[in-house]
């Protein structure tokens, strides 16, 4: 099993700030890699596939990097709408695993 | 219009089966995989098993196999999933979602592309 490592847990921030989010893949996953942002009661948003490809209609803060084994989130000016959950998934087999999430909170 | 439509809650004791059901519509099966997925209380989502909505091909997480079946009857464009020997830790929301798989790997759903969960509950 491809175990995936998300880091951190929680993160406080403020309007305006940057965010950065980090997974890590037990082994290489190229680059089959997903961001998601997930609420309470509700099904998963897609933001980036394939480590960097942002999905139509999410805003050009949210980006995407990484490859093999290290990949990064990054929100540049953190939105008010921004303060959720969000993880990672790998798709490089059938088997998905995903990150243990990253709930960003308002300072 | 893509719809994923799952059944409602179900509440069951240690020991029993549940069988969740989702209901698909507005989109080509071809190469459509329809892979299912749990979020337990306070946890991360799991990955529980997939089947092609094509040809009924079926993988299955190590932790759940020969206690889960997924099957499709594609007459009706329904997915179902059926846990068995059910424990309190199985607790959780079960979602369905579907995505292009294809070359050994299927693509992560879009945003429309799951159904909207189904809270199992397991208690005595």
């Known amino acids: 099993d491809i175990q995936m490592t998300q880091s951190p847990s929680t993160l406080t921030a403020s309007v305006g700030d940057r965010v950065t989010i980090t997974c890590r893949a037990s082994?290489?996953?190229?680059?089959?890699l997903a961001w998601y942002r997930h609420e309470p009661g509700k099904t998963p948003k897609l933001l980036i596939s394939?480590?960097?490809r942002l999905e139509s209609g999410v805003p050009s803060r949210f980006s995407g990097s990484g490859s093999g084994t290290e990949f990064t989130l990054t929100i540049t000016s953190l939105q008010p709408d921004d303060f959720a959950t969000y993880f990672c998934?790998?798709?490089?087999?059938?088997?998905?695993?995903f990150g243990q999430g990253t709930t960003v909170e308002i300072k | 219009q893509v719809q994923l439509v799952q059944s409602g809650a179900e509440v069951k004791k240690p020991g029993a089966s549940v069988k969740v059901s989702c209901k698909t519509s507005g989109y080509s099966l071809t190469s459509a995989g329809l892979s299912w997925v749990r979020q337990a209380p306070g946890q991360g989502l799991e990955w529980v098993g997939w089947?092609?909505?094509?040809?009924?091909?079926?993988d299955t997480a190590q932790k759940f196999q020969g206690r889960v079946t997924m099957t499709t009857d594609s007459s009706t464009r329904t997915a179902y999933m059926d846990l068995r020997s059910l424990k309190s830790d199985d607790t959780a929301v079960y979602y369905c979602?579907?995505?292009?798989?294809?070359?050994?790997?299927?693509?992560?759903?879009?945003?429309?592309?799951w159904g909207q969960g189904t809270l199992v509950t397991v208690s005595s």
């Open positions: 979602a579907s995505s292009y798989c294809n070359v050994g790997r299927c693509f992560p759903p879009g945003s429309d592309f």
């Open positions: 998934q790998q798709y490089q087999t059938y088997e998905w695993t």
């Open positions: 082994q290489s996953i190229s680059n089959w």
């Open positions: 089947i092609s909505e094509h040809n009924g091909d079926t």
């Open positions: 394939e480590s960097s």
